[in-house]
């Protein structure tokens, strides 16, 4: 049986933890361990990308100053690729972008050069990776204020707060189940070359329907039981 050695940078995050939990119940995977102490030991994380077969980048900044969120995204990357280059070995790489790279702001710049390094990188050295272009992300383990509207609006109507809703935009989403099949499956299949994969929403709602939804699970469960 053929085994995947898989290496998830970022690895103890939302996306991470959950990835992490997937892949640890097939037979086929084996996810190697990791810190993210390692990108301050060149010597501990060049031995980590040295045995994985595939890496799945998935360590970013996306709350600092804005200028830290778009200089350390970009960093993260080159000293992935470098750390790589360093090893020897020539590991499949997946990288988690946003689709914030549509938007004039920081993060969605730091995640858009992030992702032309790694394609220079797979066109220089004929190996396949691809960078994922992620919607909104929900789900269990999401933290409020951080990383999902939907965390932060349930945290606080189960708080006795009020949520604000700023702009009332329409949302694409993904539930956190979803994305991690999707991620396994691409881990499965590699490309030709480099490839951008936008994956596929599974909701589409404005900022006032998920707050009515939520508030309506408030009522049925907290109030009415």
């Known amino acids: 049986m053929n085994i995947l050695k898989v290496g998830i940078t970022g690895m103890s995050g939302f996306v ?18 990791y810190e993210d102490s390692f990108y301050e030991n ?9 045995k994985a077969d595939v890496i799945v980048h998935l360590a970013g900044v996306n709350r600092h100053e804005p200028e830290i969120v778009y200089r350390k995204n970009i960093e ?20 988690s972008s946003s689709t914030q790279i549509e938007r004039d702001n920081e993060y969605g710049r730091g995640k858009k050069q992030a992702m032309e390094l790694l394609e220079e990188w797979s066109v220089k050295n004929k190996i396949p990776a691809v960078s994922m272009v992620i919607p909104n992300v929900f789900g269990d383990g999401g933290k409020p204020f951080y990383n999902s509207v939907v965390a932060t609006f349930c945290h606080q ?26 991620i396994c499956r691409l881990i499965n299949n590699p ?10 929403p599974r909701v589409n709602a404005k900022v006032s329907e998920i707050l009515a939804l939520l508030n309506k699970f408030k009522d049925s469960y907290f109030n009415r039981g």
């Open 191 to 200: 490309p030709n070359g480099y490839h951008v994969e936008y994956i596929k």
């Open 76 to 95: 993260l990357m080159k000293h992935l690729l470098q750390f790589v280059d360093a090893s020897g070995n020539k590991p499949y790489i997946l990288f």
């Open 42 to 50: 060149p010597g501990i994380f060049i031995d980590f990308v040295q």
């Open 16 to 33: 991470g933890s959950h990835l992490r939990n997937r892949l640890a119940r097939e037979e086929t995977f084996q996810v190697l361990p």
């Open 157 to 182: 109507i189960t708080h006795g707060q009020q949520p604000e809703i700023q702009i009332d935009s329409q949302m694409t989403m993904i539930y956190i189940n979803d994305l991690v099949e999707d």
